[in-house]
């Protein structure tokens, strides 16, 4: 396929080699541990090179170097290795550019577990954390240490929804040879080009989007150059591996990212414009809508926007918070994202050096593939039987 084809023409096609079997469009899943060698000269010519040889099931099977090839393609990145989970691929892409006596720079806004990552595991090693405002743009230099050596990046942050203006967070890095690591699962390498904003490396919960049916747990982690051997090294010391049947599930669900994404964002747009007119909502935070912290940012550097969004509701009980969420009949109440179905879940955001005093008030709504206006039906509904 042509470097310069368009994103659907690469989603459609990469990592597709129908020749390589028997003319079939999509590739077997291969359920491996052992690979043959059929001679010890083969092997040692296999083993020298385990990236680009099979050798080990944990190493990877043609099905999941199939799904990385889409990844690559999809991202702008000349390489992309699959773990299993969102949180293994951030773990392992932090763990390659840090050791004892580093520093991190780590948004407020990041997932929580990548919080934990930081406070109950790096640190252990001797790797310190400060957390910076994701507002914070070019200021971030202020920060910088002589032992800082990666910038985590989170935009929008998945419950606040800051979008962060990452080209002048990369710039100020770059200048000090610092990486710049980010959690692209929002924008899910369709909505957002990490690498032509100066991402160094751009990770996913490919289980959100890319699956898109919420049946695989899967993360990626996208890099070039010089970033592709300490990322790969970091996966394999660790064991991260992937299982072929959700690497098969992953590559399915990536095929058709482009329309489900496309469903999601005007559903959700619909929905969200619709409740910042409800007297029951005080704001929305959704990056397409100006309400949202750095909107500006997002119209500049993102070309699109899916179903993932947050409301912060006027003060209202927990009784009645409780009331309304239990009441939603179309909504399932959990965690996740990035499914065809609709999800509810209140927030509960934990913060460092910024203020987030929203908790009680707060959810965040993941609009999936169902008529939108049944689901304003539903909220609708629901609202109402909100009493204090
Ligand atoms: C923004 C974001 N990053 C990473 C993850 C972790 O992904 P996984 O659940 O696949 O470990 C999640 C999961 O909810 C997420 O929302």
Request: charged fraction near 20%.
């Amino acid at each position: 396929m042509r470097k310069d084809a368009k994103r659907n023409t690469k989603l459609t096609h990469s990592g597709s080699h129908p020749s390589d079997q028997s003319g079939i469009i999509n590739p077997p899943i291969y359920r491996a541990s052992t690979v043959d060698y059929e001679t010890v000269a083969k092997m040692g010519v296999l083993r020298k090179n385990p990236n680009d040889n099979f050798v080990y099931g944990r190493f990877g099977t043609p099905t999941s170097k199939a799904f990385e090839e889409a990844v690559a393609s999809l991202e702008g990145a000349e390489r992309t290795i699959a773990v299993g989970s969102g949180l293994a691929a951030i773990s392992a892409a932090m763990l390659a550019f840090v050791k004892t006596g580093d520093h991190i720079l780590v948004c407020d806004n990041a997932y929580f577990p990548t919080r934990n990552l930081s406070e109950k595991f790096l640190k252990r090693f001797g790797v310190e954390t400060t957390y910076y405002d994701p507002l914070i743009g070019s200021a971030i230099s202020k920060l910088f240490q002589p032992n800082t050596k990666v910038i985590y990046t989170e935009s929008p942050g998945s419950h606040t929804f800051e979008i962060q203006d990452i080209p002048a967070i990369a710039d100020a890095a770059h200048k000090e040879n610092i990486k710049v690591v980010m959690d692209n699962t929002w924008g899910a390498g369709y909505f957002f080009k990490p690498f032509e904003h100066g991402v160094d490396i751009s990770v996913q919960a490919a289980t959100k989007y890319l699956v898109g049916h919420s049946d695989a747990m899967i993360g990626t982690i996208s890099m070039s150059g010089e970033n592709i051997e300490p990322v790969i090294n970091s996966v394999q010391i660790l064991g991260y591996n992937i299982s072929p049947d959700d690497a098969y599930l992953a590559l399915r669900g990536l095929r058709t990212l482009n329309v489900r994404l496309k469903r999601h964002e005007t559903s959700a747009l619909k929905i969200a414009k619709w409740l910042s007119n409800r007297p029951e909502i005080d704001r929305i935070l959704h990056p397409a809508l100006s309400s949202c912290p750095g909107h500006d940012i997002w119209q500049r550097d993102f070309s699109g926007s899916n179903g993932l969004f947050g409301v912060v509701l006027k003060p209202l009980s927990e009784r009645a918070m409780h009331t309304f969420i239990d009441g939603l009949e179309l909504f399932s109440l959990g965690g996740s994202w990035g499914g065809y179905e609709s999800l509810v879940l209140p927030t509960n955001v934990t913060r460092t050096v910024t203020e987030w005093e929203n908790n009680d008030q707060c959810i965040r709504f993941h609009i999936g593939l169902e008529n939108p206006d049944d689901l304003i039906r539903d909220i609708e509904r629901s609202l109402k039987s909100i009493k204090n």
